[in-house]
């Protein structure tokens, strides 16, 4: 059983999940599947698969659980933990098949609320299942050994770093152990976004907003007011905490464009998740600056599949002019000498209540070629926001 309890899962799913809640509980949502290598599937594959999702069902929030998040996620209040202890996946709701090509398809629908835990689990599964199928189990002190490197490193600079792997890990065993190293080990490591994890060896969950929030705004109230309006809700919801806004779900020029002062003043920091690192550091201080805000008072987080030699060249170029830390997953949870998966599942369509036609959900990137969506309705987001299009 690869998933053994709900909170094996990023913090950001409960915290989303929450703001579904409070503010838009009758809308519902896709989320689905997509893997950027053509991997072909096996039938012994999908029959692993499907018996894994069957077991999600029985994944439930216990008593201790409940207990632990209530007392570490003030942000979250009790009602939130009282529901989801009576929460379970749904099985029937997830399609999943192979198609003619032998290529993984995977879907589930349900209300935004709900659906929104489906994806890291799902994903992580996904990921498992299939190390399993294809690659041996690693060799633990090989892992290790690539591990001490990368925590000398940070120590030696003080360079600070969060653990975000659970969604493509090799194993549930594998991040459990690395985590286990980074706790007795790394001197800077901030915490985990996985939060049984964070429970286990008394660590920080950490973890704020995903894009599916921005997605499902400029779905719902269009592209031009999706930044702006979603970090709006955030605030109205969560009241200053759980500030780190993410920059990029429709590029980081519209949403630089878009950022008040007010949300510039109230927000922690951002969050950075594709494009050039050194190019948006330069970008988001001229714009601090120009807001009339010190932005060494302001931190971001950079997250865009990154390793240890490449997240130092980035603190040092932070140095002096704005504070930054590190969310590392895939190179501390799938660094085993295999190919790790290039799978995701995003908000594909949403609906603010069930009797309002579906509308489809898009993401742009500020790295080329990654931009999620039909082409119809990215073309359609590009011109909303006179944006250059790929084509």
Not at 246 to 270: E, I, M
Not at 347 to 365: A, F, I, P
Request: charged share 25%; net charge negative.
């Amino acid at each position: 059983m690869v998933i053994k309890t709900i909170l094996d899962t990023d913090l950001y799913k409960f915290t989303t999940s929450y703001a579904y809640i409070k503010l838009f509980p009758y809308a519902m949502g896709t989320f689905t599947f997509k893997e950027r290598d053509d991997t072909e599937y096996t039938e012994g594959f999908l029959q692993a698969l499907k018996n894994e999702i069957q077991n999600l069902s029985v994944v439930a929030l216990t008593a201790e659980e409940r207990d632990y998040m209530s007392r570490h996620c003030r942000f979250l209040p009790p009602v939130y933990w009282e529901w989801l202890s009576s929460f379970r996946f749904d099985p029937a709701r997830i399609n999943v098949y192979l198609d003619e090509q032998r290529h993984l398809h995977l879907e589930v629908t349900d209300y935004m609320y709900k659906v929104t835990l489906y994806e890291v689990p799902l994903l992580a599964i996904v990921s498992e299942i299939k190390n399993q199928f294809l690659n041996r189990f690693p060799d633990k002190e090989s892992i290790l050994q690539r591990l001490a490197g990368k925590v000398d490193l940070s120590n030696e600079n003080g360079m600070p770093f969060s653990e975000f792997g659970t969604r493509r890990r090799f194993s549930f065993e594998v991040q459990d152990m690395v985590v286990g190293y980074l706790k007795e080990h790394a001197r800077f490591c901030m915490g985990t976004s996985n939060c049984y994890l964070a429970m286990k060896y008394d660590m920080r969950p950490m973890g704020t907003h995903p894009h599916e929030w921005f997605m499902f705004h400029g779905a719902q109230f269009g592209y031009k007011h999706a930044n702006y309006m979603a970090l709006e809700n955030w605030v109205n919801v969560y009241d200053g905490d759980l500030g780190t806004a993410l920059s990029d779900t429709y590029t980081s020029d519209s949403f630089l464009s878009n950022f008040s002062r007010k949300q510039a003043k109230l927000f922690d920091g951002v969050r950075c998740d594709s494009g050039d690192e050194f190019e948006f550091i330069d970008r988001l201080i001229a714009r601090y600056k120009e807001l009339g805000i010190d932005p060494t008072t302001k931190t971001i987080i950079f997250s865009n599949a990154l390793d240890f030699e490449k997240a130092l060249k980035i603190f040092q170029y932070c140095q002096g002019k704005i504070r930054c830390s590190f969310g590392i997953g895939t190179n501390l949870t799938n660094d085993t000498g295999y190919q790790p998966s290039n799978i995701v599942m995003k908000l594909s369509r949403c609906k603010m209540n069930v009797n309002q036609e579906w509308r489809e959900c898009v993401k742009l990137s500020d790295d080329m070629g990654k931009h999620m969506g039909s082409n119809a309705e990215v073309e359609a987001c590009l011109y909303e926001l006179r944006l250059a299009s790929e084509n």
